[in-house]
């Protein structure tokens, strides 16, 4: 379990085929910092599990699964990417309770520059707008917002400086993909007023 709430922006050192999947290798800063094998990080909001650890690179194996409904896949050598180590008993929750589990890509539709502010519009899936809300939460590449107006098949946030200086999404261009994950407690009650059975 996550926060939505980035600890630090890091940067793929290498990409490795380890078929059927990837190894990726990320410089992980401070987040490298007493975390042990096995550990689960976030990355760009898919949680991953640390399988090696020299100093502050990471390691992580990525499957065919995960490469193929995430945005990680497409990561190469140099790109940075949005961390957050898991959630612990008794640490504050200053986003939303985030799975690390992706919901789907989505993709940068739009994008409005205020001075060092910026409104972003994203294309979703249609399925996923029952679990969205206007002042209700969503997760962006990681990243916990709030959720300004919902369509059919897109939605907006509005970024404060802060998180476009040091997330990923300050430096997305139209047509970036991006991984969505909706509000856990959204997925419930929609489950609920559908009727839909496991």
Same mark, same amino acid.
């Given at each position: 379990?996550?926060?939505?709430?980035?600890?630090?922006?890091?940067?793929? +050192?290498?990409?490795?085929?380890?078929?059927p999947?990837r190894r990726l290798?990320?410089?992980a800063?401070?987040?490298?910092?007493? #975390?042990?094998?096995?550990?689960? #990080?976030?990355?760009?909001?898919?949680?991953?599990?640390?399988?090696? #650890?020299?100093?502050?690179?990471?390691?992580f194996?990525?499957?065919?699964?995960?490469l193929?409904r995430?945005?990680?896949g497409?990561?190469?050598?140099?790109?940075?990417?949005?961390?957050?180590?898991?959630?612990?008993?008794? $640490?504050?929750l200053?986003g939303?309770?985030?799975?690390?589990?992706? $919901?789907?890509?989505?993709?940068? $539709?739009? %994008?409005?520059?205020?001075?060092?502010w910026?409104?972003?519009?994203?294309?979703m899936?249609?399925?996923?707008g029952?679990q969205?809300? +206007?002042?209700?939460?969503?997760?962006?590449?990681?990243? +916990?917002?709030?959720?300004?107006?919902?369509?059919?098949?897109?939605?907006?946030?509005?970024?404060?400086?802060?998180?476009?200086?040091m997330?990923?999404?300050?430096?997305? %261009?139209?047509? $970036?993909?991006?991984n969505?994950?909706?509000?856990?407690?959204?997925?419930?009650v929609?489950?609920?007023?559908?009727?839909?059975r496991?």
């Open positions: 379990m996550f926060t939505g709430l980035i600890e630090h922006l890091g940067e793929v +050192s290498a990409v490795r085929e380890e078929p999947g290798v990320v410089k800063g401070p987040v490298a910092n007493g #975390i042990a094998l096995g550990a689960s #990080i976030a990355i760009n909001g898919c949680c991953l599990t640390a399988v090696e #650890i020299a100093g502050e690179l990471l390691s194996e990525a499957g065919p699964e995960t193929a995430t945005n990680l497409k990561l190469q050598a140099g790109d940075r990417v949005n961390l957050e180590r898991s959630l612990r008993a008794g $640490d504050p200053g939303h309770y985030v799975t690390g589990h992706v $919901d789907a890509v989505g993709r940068l $539709d739009a %994008r409005l520059n205020e001075g060092p910026a409104n972003l519009w994203f294309a899936p249609a399925a996923l029952r969205m809300a +206007s002042k209700g939460s969503v997760a962006v590449d990681g990243v +916990s917002l709030t959720l300004v107006d919902v369509e059919r098949e897109r939605f907006s946030v509005a970024l404060i400086p802060h998180t476009l200086s997330t990923t999404l300050g430096g997305l %261009r139209v047509g $970036d993909p991006v969505l994950e909706t509000d856990l407690l959204a997925k419930y929609e489950k609920q007023l559908h009727g839909v496991s």
